[in-house]
């Protein structure tokens, strides 16, 4: 089975919720030129647990499933990357790299524990959607940067990730 990539965005001001839908799509369409599995979810008015929950019953808890939710910052810090503490940091580092090949401003990326619960993720989308593989992209964007060169960015990533064979890695397990 083909690995998927579902591409939703969070709900901010219109303004920013123009440019996230523009993001968003411009993946979508990148991915499927690229003849990627790519679904673009619509996600107008709802909160980030409808959003979670609308991908969960609709395409199911997967390790087929590649989650992008897209969101808009302003930390004048650059963008970040979160991935869910389940992952490795091989997306989240491909993105990086083309953030940095374009020279992109780039913050970190990282992942985020529950302060309550350090065995679980800190964002809900990351935390309720296991097994798939997550990822939440924060753009920090100001209205004079080109947003197509980030989106352009991810998909090149995701293209490349999904068309790379996963080399055979070895996890370490307790007692070792």
Known sequence: MAKKVIIANSNSNNENNETLVLISNYIYNKLKENNINAILLRNENKTIEKITNDINNKYGKSTENIILFNELINTNQGTEIIYALRNTNQLANKINN??????????????????????????????????????IINYDLDEYQDFINYANSVALALIDYLNTKKEKTYTVVKGD
Not at 98 to 118: H, I
Not at 119 to 130: A, C, F, P, Q, V
């Open 98 to 135: 083309e953030f940095e090949k374009n020279n992109l401003q780039m913050n970190k990326f990282y992942q985020q524990r529950l302060p309550g619960d350090t065995s679980k993720d800190y964002y809900y989308i990351t935390r309720e959607t296991n097994p798939s593989e997550t990822i």
